[in-house]
């Protein structure tokens, strides 16, 4: 072979395994990993009838509607990352839910100024407009290839002909028991108001009903005429604000994804109003030129845990919704800001984030979401996370609708300086106004390097950001899909100052070694997390597909 022919094979070699040439090539393997597998079926059962990613994201978001109700559903709404493979396209679906018209930023507030508990949780106020079917409408239309009708159709039969209980859905049905069961949401889930056994069939024919005027309608069959007088009647019964004007106005928004870079890898995660991008690029840029596989565990858990909290630190002052407050994008993904961030970190020693500003108290809570991956044949990508925000949202169902409500609204800031349910400290960019959408910590991400790609995340609530944090890091330092979805965890948020963890994060002498340096450390007393991951290998051509050892899920490559 001349030198000249030898170039140019290497050059157009190169061309197809650079970042962003990935049209060139396709993984030949469709994959999926959902948290349950009959999600994932459903999502197949659309690929194998012609349909791409984007059409199987829609079969797979309605099918987790049905199987899994208590952590997303068409009373919720998601962050949907995608990328077409045919030109390298890519944007976020904004289908989080908004503010109703009504809502004000003291409504959580009793008369002396104080957050009134429960009130932005467990009652019918705690509910934004939803978006996630504005959200199915849209991906269908503007990137499907089929019908919304033939994707949904899955979920359909699967909320007719029902599905058996398992495990993490039985314990969610056990911590809700009390709320589900003082409404119609007891009914649909419950007999006789008891948790149904393990492997009892459950069905929901109303939330049939409902996908089928969404498939027939479009979004005139969620956001306008019975169904949308159904739901504006029931909530406003409950205590509610909806008005039919909320729903009619409600829209999705297409926003151009975070890119950051760390070494090789160039991540892309999801922009404001999730503070998730944000926090993984600025935490990935501060951590850099740590060069962390060569730094001891106990070193490099501090300087994650430093990168972390202040991250975390910039979320609560500066993140809200972008299309009601400035947000400082460019700067908090710069690397020079990460510069000066990284300036202040000491190796030896923990900064207190008493030293940053802002303080609160620290108490747990639950919470669910849920996310999916999905690589088709092709090499289109869907990375989704979307959320009721804690178990069943606020449990609340409206009856004849099949729709669970959300609690999103607590993730405003209530009131400035006083935590949410993740504990999360936020400000005025996250106040509540009319229209305007909760800061979010849902994190759907993918990284690639000339290596390959990962797409992850996981539910979690503030946990997300570390968990794909972790994720992304584990990638870039060669871990396979399983690994990364069961790496053991860890978790600092800036306020409470300390580091959660799962049992087997550390050893017992990696805890004193922490603490030695004036880290808190603080077991979370369970094992967190639902993370649901695809890798794919550019020179073996191998497709990966694994789901959390902590949940039900399946990662299947088809
Ligand atoms: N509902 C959890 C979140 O969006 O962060």
């Known amino acids: 072979m001349t030198g000249f022919r030898s170039s140019l094979i290497r050059?157009?070699?190169?061309?197809?395994?650079?970042?962003?040439?990935?049209?060139?090539?396709?993984?030949q393997h469709a994959a999926i990993a959902s948290a349950h597998p009959l999600v994932n079926a459903a999502g197949y059962e659309v690929l194998e009838a012609g349909g791409n990613a984007f059409d199987a994201a829609v079969a797979v978001s309605a099918a987790l509607a049905v199987v899994e109700p208590n952590a997303s559903g068409l009373g919720g709404g998601g962050f949907w990352l995608l990328h077409r493979a045919e030109d390298g396209f890519e944007v976020m679906v904004d289908g989080r839910e908004r503010a109703p018209l009504a809502a004000s930023a003291n409504m959580f507030l009793d008369s002396a100024g104080e957050p009134v508990p429960g009130l932005s949780r467990a009652t019918a106020l705690a509910s934004g407009i939803p978006g996630?079917?504005?959200?199915?409408?849209?991906?269908?239309?503007?990137?499907?290839?089929?019908?919304?009708a033939r994707s949904l159709a899955p979920a359909i039969r699967l909320a007719r002909q029902g599905f058996p209980m398992y495990p993490r859905l039985q314990g969610g049905l056990k911590f809700k028991q009390q709320q589900l069961a003082s409404n119609h949401a007891g009914s649909v889930f419950l007999i006789n108001g008891q948790v149904p056994e393990l492997g009892q069939v459950i069905r929901n024919p109303e939330l049939a009903d409902a996908l089928e005027l969404l498939a027939r309608h479009g979004r005139e069959g969620f956001y306008a005429g019975e169904q949308a007088k159904k739901l504006v009647d029931g909530i406003r019964e409950l205590g509610g604000i909806w008005t039919l004007q909320d729903l009619a106005d409600y829209q999705v928004v297409e926003r151009p994804p975070?890119?950051?870079?760390?070494?090789?890898?160039?991540?892309?995660?999801?922009?404001?109003?999730?503070?998730?991008?944000?926090?993984?690029?600025n935490a990935l840029n501060i951590l850099g030129p740590y060069k962390l596989p060569e730094l001891d565990s106990v070193t490099r858990t501090h300087v994650m845990v430093e990168a972390l909290r202040r991250a975390f630190r910039d979320r609560g002052q500066y993140l809200g919704d972008p299309d009601f407050v400035a947000v400082p994008v460019p700067l908090l993904t710069h690397p020079f800001y990460a510069d000066g961030q990284r300036a202040g970190i000491r190796l030896d020693k923990a900064t207190p984030s008493a030293d940053l500003p802002g303080l609160s108290p620290w108490q747990a809570k639950g919470t669910d979401t849920t996310h999916f991956s999905i690589l088709d044949a092709d090499g289109n990508r869907v990375s989704a996370t979307m959320?009721?925000?804690?178990?069943?949202?606020?449990?609340i169902m409206i009856?004849?609708?099949?729709?669970?409500?959300?609690?999103?609204?607590?993730?405003?800031?209530?009131?400035?300086?006083?935590?949410?349910?993740?504990?999360?400290?936020?400000?005025?960019?996250?106040?509540?106004?009319?229209?305007?959408r909760m800061l979010s910590s849902m994190t759907p991400t993918w990284a690639e390097s000339d290596k390959g790609l990962v797409i992850l995340g996981t539910p979690g609530g503030s946990r997300i950001i570390s968990m794909v944090l972790q994720g992304v890091?584990?990638?870039?330092?060669?871990?396979?899909?399983s690994q990364i979805a069961?790496?053991?965890r860890f978790h600092h948020q800036y306020l409470p100052d300390l580091i959660s963890y799962e049992e087997s994060a550390f050893s017992e002498a990696e805890i004193q070694a922490l603490e030695a340096m004036g880290h808190t450390l603080k077991p979370v007393g369970r094992r967190y997390g639902n993370m649901e991951v695809i890798t794919w290998d550019y020179a073996s051509g191998e497709v990966q597909a694994a789901s959390d050892s902590r949940g039900d899920g399946e990662g299947r490559v088809y």
Do not use: C
């Open 258 to 281: 975070i890119k950051s870079r760390y070494g090789d890898v160039t991540i892309t995660g999801a922009p404001p109003p999730s503070a998730g991008g944000v926090a993984v690029a």
């Open 486 to 488: 069961s790496l053991p």
């Open 473 to 481: 890091l584990a990638w870039a330092e060669g871990a396979n899909a």
């Open 132 to 148: 996630e079917p504005a959200a199915f409408v849209h991906i269908s239309r503007e990137y499907g290839r089929l019908p919304l």
């Open 387 to 395: 959320s009721l925000n804690f178990w069943f949202g606020n449990g």
């Open 399 to 436: 009856p004849d609708t099949g729709v669970v409500l959300n609690n999103e609204m607590d993730d405003f800031s209530v009131k400035p300086g006083v935590p949410d349910g993740f504990q999360l400290v936020g400000y005025d960019a996250n106040a509540i106004a009319p229209g305007k």
């Open 11 to 27: 050059v157009f070699a190169l061309w197809l395994f650079l970042p962003g040439a990935t049209a060139a090539i396709t993984p």
